[in-house]
Structure formats: C-alpha cells, structure tokens
C-alpha cells in the first residue's frame, strides 16, 4: 500500500453538531493561533454547517449560484474553489503543525488517503486523483466505481500550522450543488455515501470511522 502509506500523526479531536459558517471560522482561527503558540495539540475538529455556499478569490463570478435559492455566499480564506456545505455533510477542520520535511500541498494528499481510507472501511471503494497538466486541480476524493466526487478539500498554512480542511457529503441534500460550479469544474458529480450505497451508515458511524482514519486519540 505504497501511496497510502502515511506517517502517524495523531490528533485530538473536537465534536460538534451544527455549528454557523462563520462562527465556526472565528473558533478556527482561534484554534490556529492556539497551535501556532504550541498550547493546542494537532487538532480534527468535526462538524457540520447551515446551508452555505464558501467561495474563493479564484472562484469566477459565472460560478456563483443565483441568488434566488436563498443560500448564502461567504468569501473564506482556504485554497480550492467554490464548495457547499449543508445538514447531512461532515466537515473537517484539521489545525496541524506541518513538519519541516513538508509543506500544506503534502499535508493534503495525506488527508486525501486517510478518507480515502475511511471510506473503503465504509464499504465504498475511493480514489485521489492526479490532476494533469493545464487542468483544474482535482483535489479530493472520487468514487472508484461511479467516477463521482465524495469529498472536497481545500486548506492553507499559515506560521507552519494547517487550517480548514475537507468535507464529506455522507447523506445531505444534493441539489445545491447544481445550482452552482463546485470546484471549478462545471462538469464535476458529486456524490454522497447515501447515494452510492444501497445500505449507507449513520452520520454517527461515519464520524467514528473518520476520526478512527485520523488516528484521534482517546480524549
């Protein structure tokens, strides 16, 4: 298991239910600037969010959803493109000090093969994938059998330590994403483990099993 072989790294863990978009990025950045200062362990900190739309400086206008569906759009600070999250997804914020061998682009194909991971333990084969020249990055984690996306990834580093992180659509709506361009990519199906699995798990039982492929350490 050569490319999924990844160092250990455990991590504390924070648990939340649902948590507002921008409530949740104020604790965030509290929990960075904590680990920054070395009085925060490596931290994974799961939740989930309101309906909410979060772009980035890269994100093209065309991309944006209308505005008549009523959900808003936050500008975030992370790397990648325009994601949404709702009620039935299970995000990840990963506050880590990265290593002195590595930098945040390492850190997230560690992150992209620990879910990838979880995922095949939750009877769903998953890939990362490389992305090809000229192409707009294929950061996250895709359906092996279906080809669909299941997991988005967008993160940065700031004085060594991650921010933000993934998030993985488990059994939420999934209309939302039509009504916008996810990732850049007009073209892009995403996906949930509802949709892919004839017997898909509880949000709880994917949350133990996640936290398990991040090696969370028993509090």
């Known amino acids: 298991m050569s490319e999924r072989t990844v160092r250990a790294r455990p991590l504390a863990l924070i648990h939340d239910e649902l948590v507002d978009y921008e409530q949740a990025m104020d604790r965030m950045n509290d929990l960075v600037a904590a680990r920054q200062r070395d009085e925060l362990p490596d931290t994974l900190w799961l939740l989930s969010h309101p309906q909410v739309f979060t772009a980035t400086k890269r994100t093209a206008a065309e991309h944006l959803p209308d505005p008549s569906h009523g959900i808003p759009v936050v500008l975030t600070g992370r790397g990648g493109q325009l ?12 506050i880590v000090k990265l290593r002195p061998d590595e930098g945040v682009v390492d850190y997230v194909r560690e992150v992209e093969l620990r879910l990838v991971e979880a995922l095949e333990k939750l009877g769903l084969p998953a890939e990362r994938r490389e992305t090809p ?55 892009v199906d995403m996906t949930s483990l509802a949709r892919e699995l004839a017997e898909p798990p509880s949000m709880g039982h994917v949350r133990r099993v996640v936290a398990e492929a991040f090696e969370v350490t028993p509090a």
């Open 83 to 94: 994601t949404y999250h709702g009620p039935g997804q299970l995000v990840g914020y990963l």
């Open 133 to 187: 020249p000229g192409s707009e990055l294929l950061t996250g984690v895709w359906t092996r059998e279906t080809g669909r996306k299941i997991a988005s990834i967008g993160m940065r580093a700031g004085r060594g330590v991650t921010s933000h992180g993934f998030a993985l659509n488990v059994d939420g709506d999934l209309d939302p994403w039509h009504f916008a361009v996810a990732c850049g990519m007009p073209d």
